[in-house]
């Protein structure tokens, strides 16, 4: 069968498209715990207690606690271990990062008042989230190929040759081209032109409805391998203003400005043997070795709201509650894709008018896509109670409950988006925003809907719990220690491979989180107006990685999967002078 090489087509593309699925909105609102070193050794209880250039951030009612001025600073030592273990053979990356976790300020205003006794002003730096993340990993032995997936989606969504091989006029002017940008939704098949492109997948039968078959076939077998790095962070910029009523009620308003950066690049690759390929000389079983590498960036910027009370009924008991709103980003991204390949019995000489047996595709000729949108992330409510014990011992509890299935993406303007493209061709393709309740109309007027959908579909809401304790040994020398428990905010058909999962772009790749668990301790000393605090925090948290959904051909062979375990140790230190 004649090879349509799309090399030449894509040089007049400059730009490809590319949606959202419900996995990348997880990306940017995944939880983490980090702060100042009291704030850390004690769990992050701090949501009745305050006083901390931390907590604002949790509750900022915290801030109407303060009865001085303070300017501190936070540093952070983070060591991470990512294991990965598949059919008895596990494999283990280590990366140590440094990290400015806060730095801020308080004033705090005497107003020399018995109903409004003061009020207190905050500018704080907080790392409100840490991607950094390296994890790889060997499947050794596959039951199905990616390339099968490739055609499966192909054939579901009814590719066909020439859907892949982009039509020029004799002036070189497109007149066919479906691979116009757009906001979100519907887009062309880019990760069917990459399998074509690299002989993943080969169109049998007749060219206007032909049958996609990949490289796994009766007789195949073989094995997979992956690596992910994931870098960036999420950086939040707090703006606090809060006092006490007759100190007894303490309240806060925080307004957090939020940039974020996000990166990942992220290879699969495949060693198969008796693979299914496509030749000049008609389709063959033989050897295939090949990867697929995704790189992706992200930045954006965002704001949220957060208010909050304390209540303090008696000297003993403190109560306290606060809502956090949404994060608000508007998110910029890049992206770009590969495939490398080797086929060592075929001569691919008459495709490419070489004598080689190697190669690579790539989306848009090597050159980046870039695209914007809209994010929202989850809200938050928490609800917190902190004793005081004599003068020497605090304990301290959060409960917090995050509603990740309330993530949505959106457009700025809100307004009708009309996908039709030039020459009045209609592409319907719902590709890039897929869903199983994929409707045109529901399309033309919210281009996210499917998107969204997935979202409620995969995700729950969650619960935090913190506990934290604190004991004053000497009137300067504090000894600390808490924990924090994290649900999975992932339903456990989402979880188990039991529905398929859609991703965006050419990325099949996700990972899919469960509980995540802190154990936290440190100590305290402050010496007239200084002081200086030291925490250690254990995190833990375990992931399943999958490689790509099930094949929708065949929904019942289930896709390469493999455990992740995520350890984190971190050193804190934070330093401050109260005045």
């Known amino acids: 069968m004649k090879k349509i090489y799309l090399f030449a087509a894509t040089l007049a593309v400059p730009f490809i498209a590319d949606a959202q699925s419900a996995i990348d909105g997880f ?32 509750n900022p009612a915290g801030l109407g606690v303060y009865r001085r001025n303070e300017i501190g600073i936070t540093m952070d030592v983070d060591i991470q271990n990512a294991t990965s273990e598949c059919q008895g053979v596990t494999n283990s990356q280590n990366q140590t ?63 066909t040759v020439g859907d892949v091989s982009t039509q020029f006029d004799s002036d070189n002017y497109v007149i066919f081209d479906p691979y116009n940008p757009n906001d979100g939704g519907i887009q062309a098949p880019w990760l069917s032109i990459l399998g074509y492109d690299s002989y993943f997948i080969t169109p049998t039968g007749d060219d206007d409805q032909p049958n996609w078959i990949g490289q796994w076939g009766a007789t195949t077998s073989g094995s997979g391998a992956y690596d992910v790095v994931t870098t960036g962070g999420a950086n939040e910029y707090n703006i606090a203003v809060g006092g006490n009523i007759a100190n007894k009620v303490f309240w806060g308003v925080n307004v957090g400005i939020v940039d974020l950066d996000y990166s990942m690049t992220a290879m699969w690759g495949e060693n198969l043997q008796n693979a299914v390929v496509d030749n000049p000389e008609g389709i063959e079983n033989t050897a295939s070795m090949w990867s697929l590498t995704n790189s992706y960036v992200a930045s954006g910027s965002g704001y ?25 980003y508007s998110i910029n991204e890049s992206y770009v894709a590969q495939t490398k390949y080797t086929y060592p019995n075929i001569n691919l000489s008459q495709y490419e008018g070489e004598t080689i047996h190697n190669g690579g595709a ?32 605090i304990v301290s509890a959060d409960y917090e409950w ?59 809401s969650t619960s935090t719990l913190r506990l934290g304790a604190e004991y004053r040994i000497t009137p300067r020398f504090s ?45 305290g000393y402050n010496f007239n107006h200084f002081y200086i605090d030291g925490a250690f925090v254990h995190k833990r948290m375990t992931s399943e990685y999958h490689a790509y959904t099930p094949d929708p051909s065949n929904p019942q062979i289930p896709s390469p999967t493999s455990e992740l375990s995520f350890s984190n140790n971190q050193i804190i230190l934070s330093a401050g002078v109260r005045f």
């Open 27 to 58: 990306r940017f609102s995944q939880p983490d715990m980090k702060g100042t070193a009291r704030y850390m050794s004690m769990g992050g209880a701090f949501g009745a207690l305050g006083g901390d250039l931390s907590s604002i951030s949790t």
């Open 304 to 328: 949220n709201i957060k208010v909050g009370f304390i209540y303090r009924p008696i000297q003993e008991l403190r109560l306290g509650v606060s809502f956090a709103s949404p994060t608000w």
């Open 97 to 159: 990062k440094f990290l400015l976790n806060n730095v801020g300020g308080v004033a705090s205003w005497d107003l020399a008042n018995s109903v409004m006794p003061n009020i207190n002003v905050a500018f704080t730096y907080n790392r409100a989230a840490s991607f950094n993340r390296h994890y790889t990993g060997v499947i050794p032995k596959l039951s199905n190929s990616l390339t099968n997936y490739i055609a499966g989606i192909s054939n579901n969504e009814g590719v």
């Open 479 to 523: 000894v600390r220690a808490g924990y924090s428990y994290v649900s999975s905010p992932v339903r456990k058909e989402a979880k188990d491979g039991s529905m398929l999962i859609y991703t965006s772009g050419t990325m099949p790749n996700y990972k899919m989180d469960n509980s995540t668990n802190y154990i936290t301790c440190g100590l």
């Open 402 to 460: 995050q509603r990740y299935d309330k993530m949505r993406f959106y457009n700025g303007s809100g307004g009708y988006y009309d996908y039709g493209y030039d020459n009045g061709f209609d592409w319907d393709w719902p590709y890039y925003a897929p869903a199983a309740k994929v409707s045109q109309v529901r399309f033309n007027t919210d281009p996210w809907w499917a998107t969204n959908a997935d979202i409620e579909d995969i995700y729950k």
């Open 362 to 393: 790539s989306t848009n000729n090597g050159q980046w896509g870039n695209n914007s949108y809209n994010f929202r992330t989850p809200w938050k409510l928490t609800v917190s109670a902190a004793g005081v014990i004599g003068r020497n011992l």
